[in-house]
């Protein structure tokens, strides 16, 4: 889809997967059809970079967040701008919906999360305890709480009414560009400019730093729908495709995995090739070769995989799989074991 005139920053998906918002150092945030890639709409009204943007849950509203320090609300049928928020007194980094619809939250270059009303365009928070700029923000999925995430290398959590600081969540040692809420509450993902992945327990502090495999800084990391099987993590590196799907590392599980069978796999692919479930690693599935490693797309835990060189379906519901799946491949000589 082709249509800013400068790099695009930030881009989402709406709930239902019809629609694509993104915004751009072009100053616009445009609306696509996710089917058919036609741009909808195009929102002009920002004077400065568009540094992140977001859906509400019902996808009848989009949030943008500027370099010209305001947050607006638009309406994402008639393109019309709802509301502006000011408040900031720098950069508008990173912007975020409630789950409900009813609260907007944006972290800044001013060191600040504010917390506001969509309905009235009322701040309702302003958090401060971070010694750098802001640049991810997250509501839990009750809205309770909320994550922010800071070039000072913290991972905090604080008690949306009140503004209190609940939880700091020290561990990397650059600066930290995305964090997530696991749907269920019990964990905290981090991507970080170290090159890292924490995953955190806000409950006991625990916590795993995984090596991500990218040679560059961590941008975004979202945990998976299953809330454990896979991470999903960005970054520039020099490969182009830069999107890798983490195995879980190591925390206890929430909800058991389903039992592995054709059509319900939880797996991971390999550097070597091998496709191998994520419990009984001993087991293998499928080899591919290595270079589409980085660009398979597991359908159970991975939505959508953005990509420079496209991504690779994996189906395991073909008559050619079974015990005597090896029948319809013959390996060369020196293939891998």
Same mark, same amino acid.
């Given at each position: ?17 019809? !629609?694509?918002? %993104?915004?751009?150092?072009?100053? #616009? ?26 859906? %509400? ?11 010209? !320090?305001?947050? /607006? ?5 008639? =393109? ?11 950069? &508008?980094?990173?912007?975020?919906? #409630?789950?409900?619809?009813? !609260? &907007?939250?944006?972290? %800044? ?7 506001? $009303? ?9 958090? !401060?305890?971070?010694?750098?700029? +802001? ?10 709480? &909320? &994550?922010?995430?800071?070039? $000072? ?17 020290? =561990? ?8 997530? /809420? ?5 964990? +905290?993902?981090? =991507? ?5 992945? /924490? ?50 590392? =190591?925390? #206890? *599980? ?28 001993? *087991? ?26 496209? /991504? ?26």
């Amino acid at each position: 889809m082709l249509g800013h005139s400068r790099g695009v920053w930030s881009v989402a998906f709406s709930l239902n997967g019809s !629609k694509i918002v %993104s915004g751009s150092a072009d100053q #616009s945030v445009h609306i696509w059809d996710a089917e058919t890639g036609v741009e909808l709409k195009q929102l002009n009204g920002h004077a400065g970079e568009v540094n992140s943007v977001a859906f %509400s849950p019902d996808g009848l509203n989009i949030v943008p967040g500027s370099d010209d !320090k305001t947050v /607006c609300i638009w309406d994402a049928l008639s =393109g019309d701008q709802l509301k502006q928020m000011d408040g900031h007194t720098d950069y &508008v980094l990173s912007v975020a919906f #409630s789950f409900d619809g009813v !609260k &907007v939250m944006s972290g %800044s270059a001013d060191y600040t999360v504010c917390i506001w $009303d969509v309905k009235t365009g009322k701040q309702l928070q302003q958090i !401060k305890g971070h010694a750098g700029w +802001v640049w991810a923000v997250s509501f839990s999925s009750d809205g309770f709480k &909320v &994550v922010s995430g800071s070039s $000072d290398r913290m991972v905090c959590i604080w008690d949306a009414a009140t503004g209190e600081q609940l939880k700091v969540i020290d =561990g990397h040692t650059d600066s930290i560009y995305s964090v997530a /809420c696991s749907p269920d509450e019990s964990k +905290v993902v981090s =991507g970080s400019r170290d090159r890292a992945i /924490c995953i955190s327990d806000p409950a006991t502090s625990q916590q795993h730093k995984g090596e991500t495999g990218h040679i560059d800084h961590s941008l975004s990391a979202a945990p998976s729908s299953d809330y454990e099987t896979n991470i999903l993590s960005e970054t520039p590196d020099e490969f182009g495709d830069g999107v890798h799907a983490q195995p879980s590392c =190591g925390l #206890s *599980q929430t909800y058991p995995p389903p039992a592995i069978n054709s059509f319900s796999i939880h797996w991971a692919a390999g550097n070597n090739g091998w496709i191998r479930p994520i419990h009984t690693p001993e *087991q293998r599935l499928m080899w591919l070769p290595p270079f589409l490693s980085s660009s398979v797309m597991n359908a159970d835990n991975c939505l959508y995989l953005i990509s420079r060189r496209g /991504c690779t379906s994996v189906k395991f519901n073909w008559d050619c799989i079974g015990n005597n799946w090896a029948r319809c491949y013959t390996p060369a000589s020196g293939s891998p074991n």
